[in-house]
Protein backbone atom coordinates (compact mmCIF):
# COMPACT_ATOMS: atom_id res chain seq x y z
CA UNK A 1 0.00 0.00 0.00
CA UNK A 2 1.04 3.61 -0.82
CA UNK A 3 2.86 4.97 2.49
CA UNK A 4 0.60 8.07 3.72
CA UNK A 5 2.36 10.92 3.99
CA UNK A 6 2.06 14.63 4.71
CA UNK A 7 4.52 17.30 4.15
CA UNK A 8 5.58 20.40 5.67
CA UNK A 9 7.15 23.04 3.27
CA UNK A 10 8.64 26.22 2.68
CA UNK A 11 8.72 25.67 -0.93
CA UNK A 12 11.84 26.68 -1.78
CA UNK A 13 13.00 24.92 -5.15
CA UNK A 14 14.39 21.89 -2.82
CA UNK A 15 10.75 21.32 -1.91
CA UNK A 16 10.24 21.94 -4.96
CA UNK A 17 11.96 18.97 -6.00
CA UNK A 18 10.13 16.75 -2.77
CA UNK A 19 6.55 17.83 -3.70
CA UNK A 20 7.12 16.58 -7.58
CA UNK A 21 8.87 13.31 -6.00
CA UNK A 22 5.91 13.19 -3.60
CA UNK A 23 3.16 14.14 -5.96
CA UNK A 24 4.45 11.19 -8.75
CA UNK A 25 5.64 8.35 -7.12
CA UNK A 26 2.81 5.62 -7.08
CA UNK A 27 4.14 4.17 -3.62
CA UNK A 28 3.83 7.87 -1.59
CA UNK A 29 -0.12 8.53 -0.92
CA UNK A 30 0.11 12.20 -0.20
CA UNK A 31 -2.52 13.33 2.00
CA UNK A 32 -1.96 16.80 2.39
CA UNK A 33 1.16 19.64 2.50
CA UNK A 34 1.15 22.55 5.01
CA UNK A 35 3.24 25.63 4.67
CA UNK A 36 5.61 27.71 7.00
CA UNK A 37 7.29 31.05 6.40
CA UNK A 38 11.14 29.87 5.74
CA UNK A 39 13.14 30.19 2.07
CA UNK A 40 10.43 32.53 0.91
CA UNK A 41 7.31 34.72 2.76
CA UNK A 42 4.40 32.50 3.48
CA UNK A 43 2.54 34.06 0.80
CA UNK A 44 4.99 32.89 -1.77
CA UNK A 45 5.27 29.93 -0.35
CA UNK A 46 1.66 28.64 -0.79
CA UNK A 47 2.29 30.06 -4.06
CA UNK A 48 4.94 28.04 -5.23
CA UNK A 49 3.42 24.85 -3.34
CA UNK A 50 0.05 25.08 -5.68
CA UNK A 51 2.30 25.64 -8.78
CA UNK A 52 3.92 22.67 -8.35
CA UNK A 53 1.09 20.18 -7.58
CA UNK A 54 -0.54 21.64 -10.40
CA UNK A 55 2.31 20.97 -12.36
CA UNK A 56 2.00 17.61 -11.44
CA UNK A 57 -1.36 17.17 -11.59
CA UNK A 58 -2.07 16.55 -8.29
CA UNK A 59 -4.58 19.40 -7.22
CA UNK A 60 -6.69 17.42 -5.15
CA UNK A 61 -3.90 17.42 -2.83
CA UNK A 62 -4.67 20.33 0.19
CA UNK A 63 -2.38 23.11 0.90
CA UNK A 64 -2.64 25.01 4.01
CA UNK A 65 -0.79 28.18 5.33
CA UNK A 66 0.42 27.76 8.97
CA UNK A 67 2.59 30.32 10.76
CA UNK A 68 4.36 32.96 8.90
CA UNK A 69 7.21 33.90 11.09
CA UNK A 70 8.94 31.90 13.96
CA UNK A 71 7.76 31.55 17.56
CA UNK A 72 10.39 34.24 18.96
CA UNK A 73 12.64 35.36 15.91
CA UNK A 74 11.83 37.72 13.49
CA UNK A 75 11.46 36.07 10.40
CA UNK A 76 14.12 35.40 7.55
CA UNK A 77 14.11 34.19 4.20
CA UNK A 78 16.52 32.59 1.60
CA UNK A 79 15.54 34.29 -1.73
CA UNK A 80 19.52 35.24 -2.24
CA UNK A 81 19.18 30.97 -2.79
CA UNK A 82 15.93 30.78 -4.29
CA UNK A 83 15.03 33.75 -6.22
CA UNK A 84 12.84 36.85 -5.81
CA UNK A 85 9.76 34.48 -5.86
CA UNK A 86 11.65 31.96 -3.30
CA UNK A 87 11.10 29.07 -6.91
CA UNK A 88 13.79 30.03 -8.98
CA UNK A 89 12.09 32.73 -11.09
CA UNK A 90 10.67 30.90 -13.56
CA UNK A 91 8.13 32.85 -14.48
CA UNK A 92 5.24 30.36 -14.42
CA UNK A 93 1.94 31.36 -14.33
CA UNK A 94 -0.07 31.89 -11.36
CA UNK A 95 -1.53 28.21 -10.06
CA UNK A 96 -5.72 28.12 -10.49
CA UNK A 97 -6.38 26.79 -7.42
CA UNK A 98 -6.57 27.95 -4.00
CA UNK A 99 -5.43 26.99 -0.74
CA UNK A 100 -7.24 25.34 1.84
CA UNK A 101 -9.38 27.58 3.94
CA UNK A 102 -8.09 25.83 7.55
CA UNK A 103 -5.22 26.79 9.32
CA UNK A 104 -1.83 24.26 8.73
CA UNK A 105 -1.92 23.30 12.60
CA UNK A 106 -5.39 21.95 11.89
CA UNK A 107 -4.92 20.20 8.46
CA UNK A 108 -2.04 18.35 10.63
CA UNK A 109 -3.75 17.33 13.76
CA UNK A 110 -7.08 15.93 11.16
CA UNK A 111 -4.81 14.17 8.61
CA UNK A 112 -2.79 12.53 11.75
CA UNK A 113 -6.12 11.56 13.46
CA UNK A 114 -7.99 10.20 10.39
CA UNK A 115 -4.99 8.07 9.45
CA UNK A 116 -4.14 6.66 12.77
CA UNK A 117 -8.41 6.23 12.56
CA UNK A 118 -7.83 4.03 9.73
CA UNK A 119 -4.86 1.82 10.89
CA UNK A 120 -2.12 3.34 8.73
CA UNK A 121 -0.43 5.78 10.49
CA UNK A 122 1.08 9.22 8.52
CA UNK A 123 4.17 9.67 7.87
CA UNK A 124 5.83 13.31 8.91
CA UNK A 125 8.07 15.23 6.50
CA UNK A 126 8.70 18.54 7.27
CA UNK A 127 11.24 20.15 5.25
CA UNK A 128 11.14 23.83 6.63
CA UNK A 129 11.13 25.23 10.09
CA UNK A 130 9.23 23.11 12.36
CA UNK A 131 7.13 25.89 13.42
CA UNK A 132 3.68 24.24 12.31
CA UNK A 133 4.75 21.01 14.03
CA UNK A 134 5.78 22.51 17.73
CA UNK A 135 2.66 24.06 17.43
CA UNK A 136 0.97 20.99 16.60
CA UNK A 137 3.17 19.54 19.53
CA UNK A 138 2.21 21.89 22.20
CA UNK A 139 -1.43 22.08 21.38
CA UNK A 140 -2.84 19.32 20.30
CA UNK A 141 -0.25 16.52 21.95
CA UNK A 142 -2.43 13.84 21.92
CA UNK A 143 -2.29 13.86 18.03
CA UNK A 144 1.42 14.20 17.82
CA UNK A 145 1.65 10.80 19.41
CA UNK A 146 -0.06 9.47 17.02
CA UNK A 147 2.27 10.46 14.40
CA UNK A 148 3.53 7.11 12.60
CA UNK A 149 7.28 8.93 12.01
CA UNK A 150 8.57 12.24 11.35
CA UNK A 151 11.59 12.66 8.78
CA UNK A 152 12.80 16.05 8.66
CA UNK A 153 15.43 18.23 6.28
CA UNK A 154 17.27 19.88 8.85
CA UNK A 155 20.22 20.04 10.79
CA UNK A 156 23.68 18.37 10.50
CA UNK A 157 26.51 16.79 12.55
CA UNK A 158 29.48 17.87 10.97
CA UNK A 159 28.40 20.93 7.91
CA UNK A 160 26.11 23.67 8.37
CA UNK A 161 25.18 26.96 5.87
CA UNK A 162 23.33 29.60 7.36
CA UNK A 163 25.60 29.88 10.42
CA UNK A 164 29.16 28.50 10.70
CA UNK A 165 27.21 26.54 13.27
CA UNK A 166 23.45 26.40 12.04
CA UNK A 167 21.84 25.03 8.97
CA UNK A 168 18.57 27.00 7.69
CA UNK A 169 15.78 25.45 8.45
CA UNK A 170 17.23 24.86 12.24
CA UNK A 171 18.75 28.43 12.62
CA UNK A 172 15.05 29.95 11.37
CA UNK A 173 13.53 28.75 14.56
CA UNK A 174 15.91 26.60 16.91
CA UNK A 175 12.96 26.90 19.61
CA UNK A 176 10.54 25.02 17.16
CA UNK A 177 13.24 21.78 16.77
CA UNK A 178 13.86 21.79 20.08
CA UNK A 179 10.07 21.72 20.76
CA UNK A 180 9.43 19.08 18.05
CA UNK A 181 12.41 17.22 19.38
CA UNK A 182 11.43 16.70 22.81
CA UNK A 183 7.61 15.95 22.05
CA UNK A 184 8.80 12.75 20.00
CA UNK A 185 10.91 11.67 23.22
CA UNK A 186 7.88 12.46 25.14
CA UNK A 187 5.39 10.64 23.15
CA UNK A 188 7.79 7.56 21.57
CA UNK A 189 7.22 9.20 18.04
CA UNK A 190 10.29 7.48 16.21
CA UNK A 191 12.37 10.77 14.54
CA UNK A 192 14.94 10.36 11.32
CA UNK A 193 17.10 14.03 10.39
CA UNK A 194 18.30 13.79 6.89
CA UNK A 195 20.50 17.01 7.68
CA UNK A 196 23.56 18.40 5.48
CA UNK A 197 25.82 15.71 6.03
CA UNK A 198 23.91 13.90 3.49
CA UNK A 199 21.91 16.96 1.86
CA UNK A 200 24.02 18.03 -0.94
CA UNK A 201 24.98 14.52 -2.52
CA UNK A 202 22.12 13.52 -4.72
CA UNK A 203 23.03 15.77 -8.22
CA UNK A 204 20.94 16.19 -11.34
CA UNK A 205 23.38 17.27 -14.01
CA UNK A 206 22.47 19.80 -16.78
CA UNK A 207 22.15 16.98 -18.90
CA UNK A 208 20.07 15.40 -17.15
CA UNK A 209 18.30 18.82 -16.82
CA UNK A 210 17.52 18.52 -20.92
CA UNK A 211 16.46 15.13 -20.86
CA UNK A 212 13.65 16.25 -17.90
CA UNK A 213 12.95 19.20 -20.24
CA UNK A 214 11.83 17.04 -23.51
CA UNK A 215 9.54 15.31 -21.62
CA UNK A 216 6.66 18.06 -21.31
CA UNK A 217 6.72 21.67 -22.12
CA UNK A 218 4.46 22.45 -18.42
CA UNK A 219 4.33 19.85 -16.41
CA UNK A 220 6.53 18.28 -13.76
CA UNK A 221 9.74 17.57 -16.52
CA UNK A 222 10.03 21.14 -17.93
CA UNK A 223 9.19 21.98 -14.13
CA UNK A 224 11.89 20.13 -12.72
CA UNK A 225 14.38 20.81 -15.37
CA UNK A 226 13.86 25.03 -14.41
CA UNK A 227 14.92 24.76 -10.68
CA UNK A 228 17.94 22.42 -11.40
CA UNK A 229 19.49 24.57 -14.45
CA UNK A 230 18.50 27.50 -11.63
CA UNK A 231 20.37 26.02 -8.73
CA UNK A 232 23.38 24.99 -11.35
CA UNK A 233 23.58 28.51 -12.34
CA UNK A 234 23.49 30.02 -8.85
CA UNK A 235 26.54 28.22 -7.67
CA UNK A 236 28.20 28.32 -11.45
CA UNK A 237 27.99 24.23 -11.67
CA UNK A 238 27.64 21.92 -13.83
CA UNK A 239 24.85 19.91 -11.94
CA UNK A 240 22.49 20.51 -8.61
CA UNK A 241 21.11 18.99 -5.72
CA UNK A 242 17.52 17.80 -5.25
CA UNK A 243 17.93 18.44 -1.38
CA UNK A 244 14.66 18.03 0.37
CA UNK A 245 13.64 15.33 -2.16
CA UNK A 246 16.40 13.41 -0.54
CA UNK A 247 14.52 13.17 2.85
CA UNK A 248 11.51 11.42 1.07
CA UNK A 249 13.38 9.53 -0.96
CA UNK A 250 15.20 7.53 1.40
CA UNK A 251 11.74 6.62 2.86
CA UNK A 252 11.12 5.16 -0.58
CA UNK A 253 14.60 3.40 -0.34
CA UNK A 254 15.98 3.34 2.64
CA UNK A 255 19.15 1.20 1.80
CA UNK A 256 20.46 4.19 0.57
CA UNK A 257 20.84 5.86 3.52
CA UNK A 258 23.12 4.98 6.51
CA UNK A 259 21.71 6.30 9.78
CA UNK A 260 23.09 6.03 12.81
CA UNK A 261 20.53 6.61 16.16
CA UNK A 262 22.41 9.62 18.21
CA UNK A 263 21.10 11.54 20.92
CA UNK A 264 20.35 15.03 19.32
CA UNK A 265 19.91 18.38 20.86
CA UNK A 266 19.50 21.80 19.73
CA UNK A 267 21.73 24.75 20.86
CA UNK A 268 19.15 27.73 22.06
CA UNK A 269 21.67 30.20 23.77
CA UNK A 270 25.19 30.12 22.19
CA UNK A 271 26.49 33.56 20.94
CA UNK A 272 28.22 31.82 18.27
CA UNK A 273 26.59 28.55 18.23
CA UNK A 274 22.56 29.17 18.16
CA UNK A 275 20.17 27.03 16.26
CA UNK A 276 23.29 24.12 16.00
CA UNK A 277 21.94 20.42 16.19
CA UNK A 278 24.20 18.98 18.83
CA UNK A 279 24.99 15.47 17.60
CA UNK A 280 26.39 13.30 20.39
CA UNK A 281 28.33 11.01 18.12
CA UNK A 282 30.54 9.61 21.01
CA UNK A 283 30.58 5.91 21.20
CA UNK A 284 30.98 4.98 25.09
CA UNK A 285 28.65 5.00 27.26
CA UNK A 286 30.49 4.96 30.90
CA UNK A 287 31.26 7.67 33.89
CA UNK A 288 28.93 10.91 32.75
CA UNK A 289 29.68 12.48 36.01
CA UNK A 290 32.02 15.01 33.96
CA UNK A 291 29.39 15.92 31.64
CA UNK A 292 26.59 18.41 32.93
CA UNK A 293 24.40 18.21 30.36
CA UNK A 294 23.67 14.34 30.00
CA UNK A 295 22.86 12.79 27.75
CA UNK A 296 19.30 13.99 25.34
CA UNK A 297 16.46 12.40 25.28
CA UNK A 298 15.20 12.73 21.89
CA UNK A 299 17.36 9.82 19.88
CA UNK A 300 17.24 10.59 16.77
CA UNK A 301 17.93 8.34 13.42
CA UNK A 302 20.52 10.89 11.90
CA UNK A 303 21.54 9.99 7.97
CA UNK A 304 25.35 10.26 8.09
CA UNK A 305 25.72 8.74 4.57
CA UNK A 306 23.78 8.62 1.37
CA UNK A 307 24.19 6.83 -2.27
CA UNK A 308 23.47 9.84 -3.89
CA UNK A 309 23.58 8.66 -7.61
CA UNK A 310 20.89 6.05 -6.19
CA UNK A 311 19.01 8.26 -5.03
CA UNK A 312 18.74 10.99 -7.89
CA UNK A 313 17.90 7.56 -9.77
CA UNK A 314 14.77 7.62 -8.03
CA UNK A 315 13.94 11.09 -8.55
CA UNK A 316 14.73 11.06 -11.69
CA UNK A 317 13.27 7.74 -12.72
CA UNK A 318 9.17 8.50 -11.31
CA UNK A 319 9.49 11.76 -13.54
CA UNK A 320 9.98 9.76 -16.14
CA UNK A 321 7.95 7.32 -15.12
CA UNK A 322 4.74 9.76 -14.86
CA UNK A 323 5.32 10.85 -18.47
CA UNK A 324 4.80 7.05 -19.77
Excluded: K
Excluded at 175 to 197: I, K, N
Excluded at 224 to 239: N, P, Q, V
Aim: net charge negative; charged share 20%; aromatic share 4%.
Amino acid sequence: MPLPVILDVDTGVDDACALILAALHPEVDLRAVTCVGGNAPLADVVRNTLTVLEACDSTHVPVAAGASRPLLENAVDARHVHGDDGMADLGWAPPTTSPDPRHAVDVLREGIDEAHASGGPVTLVPLAPMTNVALLARMYPESFARIGRIVFMGGGAMVSNATAAAEFNVFHDPEATAVVLDATAEHGVPVTMYGLDVFYEPRISLAQCDELASLDERGPGALAAGLMRFMSHRFDADSATIGDAGALAMLLDPGAVQTRRLPVRVELAGTWTRGRTIVDTRDWSGDMDHDPHGLAEAQVDVALEIDGPRIARLWLDTIRGAQR
